[in-house]
């Protein structure tokens, strides 16, 4: 029912295995890579910034206009005085 599998380890750098022994005479020119770069996603920056930017803007915005009512509604008609 069991299978028995014989193998042969050798040492490394040594035997047929050896990468150094396997790999081809090389010349001294560069190879150009071939297809293209992995996808950063750095082209989206752009509009992430200027999300931002827009948020910032509105949330500002939002913070000048709440405090401006506030103070509207504090100021009394009878003359009486706001500490």
Do not use: C, N
């Not at 299978?3 to 005479?25: I, L, M």
């Not at 071939?34 to 992430?48: E, K, M, N, Q, V």
């Not at 999300?51 to 103070?71: D, H």
């Amino acid at each position: 029912m069991h299978r028995r599998y014989e193998r042969k380890v050798e040492p490394r750098g040594s035997g047929a295995g050896s990468t150094a022994a396997a790999a081809p005479p090389s010349d001294d020119t560069p190879q150009t890579p071939r297809g293209s770069l992995a996808h950063t996603g750095a082209d989206a920056t752009p509009w992430i910034a200027a999300s931002a930017g827009l948020l910032i803007t509105a949330g500002a915005l939002t913070l000048f206009i709440a405090r401006r009512r506030m103070t509207t509604r504090l100021e009394p008609d009878d003359g009486a005085v706001i500490s």
